[in-house]
């Protein structure tokens, strides 16, 4: 598998419920982000996690990160038809130096039905 | 949100041309980037850009492109000839440090 990749690839819930994305990466991360993109449209930051937390919280999201199993979740908890996109992590490599180019998941398209 | 923008929002070009795609970011964040998503594909890296050279790189950025800070405010990136493969959405993005990137609208690029 790839370096960040998401499932399920597609999600189809109805409003009120709770959507889970699952991310997994392959090497070691300084941190990881999760961007939301609207059809055709920029990406949007949501939450960035590093890679000595273990959870996160931002309104509605909660964010984990578990380091060893290469792998984070992104929950939005009370979905709304406002949340219809794309969902991407992005994971920010543990490079000596520096070094901070995002690599990109598969994505996963959240659709939320009235 | 620190805003980007980038012009044009969309550009249509002949295979060989060259475009420069043009980017506005805030004028006190150090680091710029650009990606690029091709329809229907991931996001993905092309270069990234820290006090006025390059800092990083992909094996998608050849010697067809090139970045530059021509005064100081603007970043643009420049694909010399370009080829059916470039069509693609192009997004700037920038940081202030290492983490948070914030990404413009994008340029969508058509090579006919």
């Known amino acids: 598998s790839q370096q960040g990749e998401e499932d399920p690839q597609a999600l189809s819930i109805q409003e009120g419920e709770n959507a889970t994305m699952n991310c997994s990466y392959k090497t070691s991360i300084n941190n990881l982000q999760w961007y939301r993109q609207n059809s055709g449209r920029g990406l949007v930051h949501l939450i960035l996690?590093?890679?000595?937390?273990r959870e996160k919280h931002s309104g509605r999201l909660r964010v984990t990160l578990d380091t060893s199993k290469k792998s984070s979740s992104l929950l939005i908890t009370a979905s709304r038809a406002a949340d219809t996109a794309s969902y991407f992590c992005a994971t920010v490599p543990w490079v000596t130096g520096g070094g901070n180019k995002l690599t990109f998941g598969t994505g996963t398209q959240l659709k939320v039905e009235l | 949100e620190p805003e980007v923008t980038q012009t044009p929002s969309h550009q249509v070009t002949q295979m060989g041309q060259e475009v420069i795609l043009r980017c506005v970011p805030i004028s006190n964040h150090l680091y710029f980037y650009w990606y690029r998503q091709i329809l229907g594909q991931k996001v993905e890296f092309l270069v990234s850009?820290?006090?006025?050279?390059?800092?990083?790189k992909s094996e998608i950025f050849d010697d067809q492109f090139s970045v530059e800070r021509p005064d100081g405010s603007n970043f643009t990136l420049k694909i010399r000839s370009t080829k059916l493969e470039d069509s693609a959405m192009y997004f700037c993005?920038?940081?202030?440090?290492?983490?948070?990137?914030?990404f413009g609208p994008g340029t969508r690029l058509t090579v006919l």
């Open positions: 993005a920038r940081s202030r440090d290492t983490d948070t990137q914030y």
């Open positions: 996690i590093r890679s000595n937390e």
């Open positions: 850009f820290y006090n006025n050279e390059i800092s990083e």
